[in-house]
């Protein structure tokens, strides 16, 4: 069967990167599978990610008046002042676009073409009629994030899912939350498949270390913000447990100043980024999961799979990870940083939570084995 995913990058390291060079290096071993990104050629052999010899590479079209600074000036104008959706859906979706896509499709002769994420999964339904292949979107992140966050992702776009969407074979999204969601919206009946642990270890976190580890992109919406807040909190309490805050991004600047500001330099550590967060976890004995919204996160697969216990916001991510008191602590208050402390207080304060904690994370992580989530993909395919 040939198979095409459609991805906007498969560089860097994120968490659709990494489930998706997961996904596609499963399906190589029963597949012809090609990769289409905005990524040139010659950068594909820069991924973070060990990807199959096997895996084609092609970009996907592009729009060259979308790169023009004038259009991308005039469009955010436009978008501010029309409130006309078929007129904002020309400056988006232009229709030499969407021919572009039918023959891209159709020239690949695909039995399944997947579009990841809003943006391809939308541009997937606009065609689908079209295409000979079956079609599947695939969502990876929340309904709030995608269509409640101004100025983000599908962000007033959700008329556009309603009126496109049902063009789709299937539908795919991380939790039954957001399927509810999903389905009373846009009159589809999606499917839920969790994302996939990366990794299986016979080596576990020991649970000896008095340390946190927090990781992933340094971005808004992985709220570090209010962990260093609550860190601050925390350390006035606790003067011995210590935070690895590991990864790279936009706000790492704003984020090292505000931890020096506090005086925390010797309490929080920020390594960088890594290719192996495993090296993390055997050092760590509970994962801070502080994020403001998130799809299926890996990191907290991960954490399951090293045993280690989770402290997290209640976003609708989490509720098939991590039931509160089980695997980990759910805490009620979105970003509160004093509710937050208060949970890391709780959880380095008993060791017997923890190692309780430890065995029920070990155990929930076999709900999400590679082998059980791709059985369900191969059902779509047929």
Avoid at 86 to 109: A, C, H, S, Y
Wanted: glycine share 4%; charged share 25%.
């Amino acid at each position: 069967m040939k198979i095409c995913i459609c991805v906007g990058t498969i560089l860097g390291i994120g968490g659709i990167q990494r489930v998706i060079s997961l996904f596609a290096n499963e399906l190589a071993k029963r597949h012809e599978v090609t990769i289409s990104s905005f990524d040139t050629p010659e950068k594909i052999s820069n991924s973070s990610y060990k990807l199959d010899k096997n895996i084609n590479f092609v970009e996907f079209p592009k729009s060259k008046i979308a790169s023009n600074i004038l259009y991308r000036i005039m469009r955010k104008i436009l978008f501010k002042v029309v409130r006309n959706d078929k007129f904002l859906e020309r400056i988006d979706f232009p229709k030499f676009m969407r021919k572009r896509l039918v023959t891209f499709f159709n020239q690949g002769e695909y039995d399944v073409v997947i579009g990841v994420a809003w943006l391809h999964s939308l541009w997937l339904a606009m065609v689908a009629p079209e295409i000979k292949a079956r079609t599947i979107g695939w969502q990876h992140n929340s309904y709030d994030a995608y269509f409640c966050t101004p100025g983000r992702y599908a962000w007033k776009k959700d008329n556009l899912f309603r009126k496109y969407l049902p063009n789709l074979d299937e539908y795919v999204v991380l939790n039954e939350i957001t399927k509810e969601k999903i389905d009373a919206n846009f009159g589809i009946d999606s499917t839920v498949i969790y994302n996939p642990k990366s990794y299986v270890s016979k080596e576990k976190s020991d649970m000896e270390s008095k340390v946190f580890l927090a990781a992933g992109r340094m971005v808004y919406a992985k709220g570090f913000d209010t962990l260093v807040e609550a860190f601050r909190i925390f350390a006035q309490r606790n003067s011995d447990w210590k935070l690895l805050l590991v990864g790279d991004g936009e706000e790492l600047p704003t984020i090292k100043n505000k931890i020096k500001k506090y005086g925390l330099e010797k309490r929080i550590y920020t390594p960088g980024k890594t290719s192996d967060i495993k090296e993390y976890f055997l050092q760590s004995s509970v994962l801070l999961l502080p994020s403001r919204w998130e799809g299926m996160p890996m990191i907290v697969l991960e954490s399951l799979e090293m045993g280690c216990p989770i402290v997290a916001f209640d976003i609708d991510a989490m509720r098939p990870l991590v039931t509160n008191g089980m695997e980990g602590l759910i805490v009620k208050e979105k970003q509160d940083a004093n509710a937050y402390a208060q949970a890391m207080l709780k959880i380095a304060e008993s060791e017997d939570l923890r190692k309780q904690m430890h065995q029920a994370s070990i155990k929930k992580a076999n709900r999400f084995s590679v082998d059980k989530i791709m059985n369900e993909w191969e059902k779509l395919f047929k």
